[in-house]
Structures are given as structure tokens and as C-alpha cells.
């Protein structure tokens, strides 16, 4: 399965983003198929051999909007481009201000408004000139909205469109007859103004909503100094490919991935990894684009560009994610796609309801262009997508990377969040603290020795410390044979012609080695890691991993918000217990195998959904199963496969942070699609004279093209909240 996005042009509303998936949906090997009217794009997955890129973009093009497919983050178009927003507020200048002198022209015998140089006779003449450039204006809505008509797929456009259309027609008729009076050509410009401001401020919103990926963008420089044979050469970074060798000078950024080949410097890498201190790199040390280079010129060699930049990652994923559809979105996409020929079909009954019931052509048709033009699909369509563009966004910012939209929904409903100790609630820098011999009589450098040959060779991080002990004293190591590493235990091998075993008690219970007899000195909270020769017990190493400072502060948030917290853990119960009490966990499970921590959350899950945070190293399998998975502290690996979430910063206090904000842009959701449907509820009736009917109040055309964009900006406005969220 290959995952590809794609930018739309073209879509005005949910009903369209509707129209893109269905047509999309029909072609043999793509599944998951998701449209974003927020964001203009389309995420979908692509087996293998099924059908090309090509089918997918003609597949598009059939249903009337322009597809084209990203590779690269450069090129990427980002939601709203300056330039179009540029042009929808030319397109709303132009049309203002015929529109007011086409008031002032129709308002004029009414009010008795004075400077009308033309006679009376010429009124019609003149309002139906000054309409000619609102309509150039408002051009595309005629042009997007009849094509889709014409497809028997009519969208927001659509709507303008006809009723615009109706109101000319009408007003050309009426001057036909030779009426002068009751005219709808100032409404209908009016209405188009008012739209054209409404998708001006819209689109501005927009790009203030989705500028979380501009600036990730902007981390890393648009060009790099190239290096060929000795000369330097300026380049647009979006040029250079593996194996370049590129510059860096003091102040200056990185811009791809790679590795140092010549020169030192302390590079600030705070936007991936929280981290504040510049860290020193020399030749062989990694560089990651986007980050500052503080001091040193350094030359590097390019080992990932593009979008495989760790950068570019983080930008993909998060487009990605924002392209995604939550659950709580499924009734509404569903009611969007039905709703524009709903209103068609509204409109219409209102008029023949007023017509037959008595009243004049012209009022009948003023309710009936009220409901085309008060509907208002947009809010309904951009409700869900707007707030995850400004969440997901506002979460990038924090270093909180979402993967997806149904995540964040789980994520505001949580029941528990289980912690894993190792590297979470701890620091995952382990060091020996003290060493216990069997034997008194007995060598501690022996027992070093001998430990660490046989982690030399295991990824645990308890084994890195033995090791790392062992270095510190110079001790030379043994080379081992028949290496095992028994997961979730220790180790065992062969080593200077003795059979040893490296692990926990219960590894060496399972050995018939017995280590109950000898008490480990340390604080209670160490990892005990046993060592056994030949079959007897030489001695337990004991290593501390410190908590780390905000755990504390991170678990007491949690409980704040009303969450269950629970800590997991492989290592001995007494140093769990140790660690976990002063935290104030309200469950530990200590001394798990590694399927044990998946079991422990299944039955967590029984009373609610589980959110399980890990390194997403050694926890993948509970990460998994949880119902959101979040992985801390991955500052470049954030191709977590198994996680839902990842925090970027290795900071615990992000937790309670990324379930806020889950629960802000939940909040957001709710608050934009309760709008949008009562919006719709209340404001068909009574554009449909409803009200009237009943001695109410009614909404004139004009009134009603100020409703329908006040509604798409509100809840644009609304998710713009997100923004400033500070958790
Ligand atoms: P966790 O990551 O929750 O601490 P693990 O499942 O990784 O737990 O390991 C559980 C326990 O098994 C560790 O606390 C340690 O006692 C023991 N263990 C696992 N691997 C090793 C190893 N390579 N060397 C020593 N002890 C180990
Ligand atoms: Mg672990």
C-alpha cells in the first residue's frame, strides 16, 4: 500500500469534496480515500499494481475539479495561496462598488436621494449597466456553479448561481413590460458582494489556520552553499540530492539531513526536539535540516532531501493528518451531500407555496431566492475540517504530532493513560549505582567484567549502562558466543569458556539459580540486573534511572482531568513502586513480559478507552493496541509506525498537553457543527417566509447573503481559537 496525497482546485464546498471521493472511490485498488475541503487536498491509499497516478488525476478531472499529485514539500500548495487571496478581494472591490452605486441608482426615487443626473426613464438602463461588472466579477460562481449543474452535481456555487440568475431573469422581464420599479438588480449585487467578502475573509482565516505548515516550512532555508570540487556555489535547497556536500556557516541553517564530513559547531536542534542547549557535533555526527548552526562552519554530506527529511516528514505527516476525517464529521459529510439539492428542491416549494397561496410573482420569488442563498453548506462542510487544520497545526507548534483525526477524537474521551517507566516516566539514561557481590570474598571488576561482555551485545538500556560502567573502568571485555537475548529478561552466552546469564530474578529462578538470599544495596527504586556463572549467582548489579523532572507535574495534570493513570513496567515491583509511589500513579504493573503489557491494556480497555505512551521503541505492540498510541520524545524519528501521536519533545507534561488540546479541538468541532446545523434549521424556515406566514419577521434576499457569509466565517473564526490554545 502506497500512501499518496494529492492538491483539488476547484471544490467550494463539502458537497464537492463529496463528488472528488465517490468518483475517486470507484477506481479498482485505491481505498481509504479522504477529501479535504479545509485544506484542498486528497489522501488515499494505492496498491500496488492497481490503478496509476495518471487514472486517479483524470478520475478528477471527470468530475470537474483539477487534481495534481505532491511529491516534495516545496511544492506543495499550502490551503490558500496569497495570490488567491489577493484575487478574491479584488473580485469583492470591484463588485462593491458597482453594487452601492446600483443601490444608490435603485434607492434613488424611493428615498428621494439627491445628484441623479439622468432622467427618470434611463433608471433601468443605468442599474442594469452598472450590474454587467459585478456579474464579470462574481464570473466563476456562474461557471463552477452551472458545471456542476450540469453534472447533476450542483454545489454552493450552484446555489449563488441560480438565484442570481433568477433574480436577473425576473428583472429583465420586468423591464421588458417597462417597469422601472422593483427591480432585483441591486439585490443581486448586493448578494454576490456580500459573498465575494464572505469567501475573501474565509480564505484569509484559511491561511491563518493552516499556517503551522508555513512555518515548519520556513525552518528550513529555501537555499544551501553547494560544494563541488573545492567551489562554493549557491543552490535552491529543493536542488540538492543525496551525497551533495554542502556548507554551513555560523548563524547559518541546515538545510536537509546528513552527516558532518569536515569541521565542528554547536547546532541548536530546538525545533525537533524541545531540547535548548545546542549540542556539539563533529565529523560522523548527524545534522538534521532546520536546525541553527550557533558557531563553527561545518561541511556535510546530504544523506536525506526532500520530503525524506525529517523535516519533511513532519510536514507530511501533518497535511496528511489534517486531510483526515474524524468520526464525529460522519453525519454531517453524509447531510452535505444531499443538501444543495435539498435547498434546490426547498426554493422551489417555497415558491409555489406563496404563488398559489395568493401572494405576487415577485414576492414568491424573493422568498424562494432567500432559501437559495441562506442555505449555507459551507459551515456544515468546513465545520469538522477547519478546527482539525487549526488543532493539528497548533499541536505541531507544541511539538505534538497528530497522525490523524479519529486519534484526536478518541484521544478527548480517554478513560486511562498507561505510562511505561522505562524512558517515559524516567530519563532512559540509566546508570550502574551500586554493585553486590555473592561472595564477598568475591572481584567487582570480575562481576563487571563479565556482565558486560554479555550485554555488549544487547539494545536494552540497562545493558547499555553495564556497559558503558565497564568502559568507564577500563575493563577489557570478553568475546561471547551463542549470544541470546531473552525478550523482557536478560541475556545469556558463553564468555571466556563460562556459561552466563544476564537478567532479572525471575530469568535466574527460571535457571535454578537462587538469588534470594542476597540483598542489593542502593535505593529501592534501582533495577536489579543478576549475574550467574556456570550456574551460580556472582553477584547483582543495581541501576538507577532517574525520574525525570516534570514526570511529577505530568502525572498530577492527568489526574486533574479526571484520568485514570496507570504505570507499566517489565522491571521488579519494588523499584517500580519505589518510582511510581511519590508520583502519585494510581496503578502500577510491574515485572510484565512484553505480551503482558499488551493483555494489561486490553483489560483497561474494558472500561474505557486507553491511551498507552511509550518510547515507540521496545512498546510498539502495546502502542498498538491502546486506542491511542503516543510516542514521546522521537524529535527526528517520527515515522512511528504504531503510534497515533508523537511527541516531539521527550517532555512527560505533553501528554496532559496533546489530550488537552484533543479535547479543545473536540470542543471546536461540536461547537461549529452545532452552529452550522441550527444555522441552517433556523434560517431556511425563515428565509422561506415561514415566519411571515405567522405574522414573524422575514429575511430579504441581501439580508440573507449577509447571514450565509457571517456563517462560513464564523466557524472559521471559531477554529482560529485553536491558534492561541496554551495548555
Ligand atoms: P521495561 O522497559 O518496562 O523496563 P523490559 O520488558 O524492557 O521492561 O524489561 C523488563 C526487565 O527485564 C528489565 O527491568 C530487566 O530487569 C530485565 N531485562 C531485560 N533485558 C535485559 C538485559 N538485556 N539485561 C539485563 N536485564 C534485562
Ligand atoms: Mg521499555
Redesign the pocket.
Known sequence: MEKKLFNIKGMRCAGCAAGVERAVKRIPGVSEVCVSIASNTMTLNLAPGGASVEEILEAVRKAGFEAEAVSGTASGRVVESEEGTRAYFFRFAVALVFSLLLCYAAMHDLLKLPYFPISHGANAWIQLGLTLPVLAAGWHFYRSGYRALARLAPNMDSLIALCTTAALVYSLFRMAEGHTEHLYFDSAGMILSLIMLGKYLESQSRRRASGAIRELMDLAPATATLVVDGSEKEVPAADLKVGDRIRVRPGGKVPVDGVIVEGVASVDESMLTGEPIPVDKGVGDSVTGGSINRDGTFLFQAGEVGENTALGRIIALIREAQGTRPPIARLADLVSGYFVWGVITIAVLTFLAWFVSGSGFAEALGFSLSVLVVACPCALGLATPIALIAGIGRGAGLGILVKNGSALETAASLRTVVL????TVTTGRPEVASVTLADPEGNETDLLRIAASA?KN??????GA?VREAEKRNLALFPVTSFR???????SCRADGRRIL???AA?MKENGVDCSGLQAGGAASN???YAAVDGRLTGVIGIADAVKPDSAEAIRRLREMGLRTVM?????AVAANAIASPLGFDEVCAE???AG?TEMIQRLQKEGPVAMVGDGI??APALAQADVGIAIGSGTDVAVESADMVLMHSSLTDVPAAIALSRATLRIIRENLCWAFFYNLICIPLAAGVFYAFGGFRLTPVACAAAMAFSSISVVLNALRLRNFRP
Do not use: Q
Open positions: 511505561d517507566k522505562t524512558g550485554e544487547s539494545e536494552h538500556p540497562l545493558a553495564i537475548a531473552i525478550a523482557g529478561s536478560g541475556v544476564v537478567g532479572k530469568l533495577s536489579l540486573v507499566l513496567t517489565g522491571d521488579n510484565l513480559l512484553p503489557k521496545n512498546d
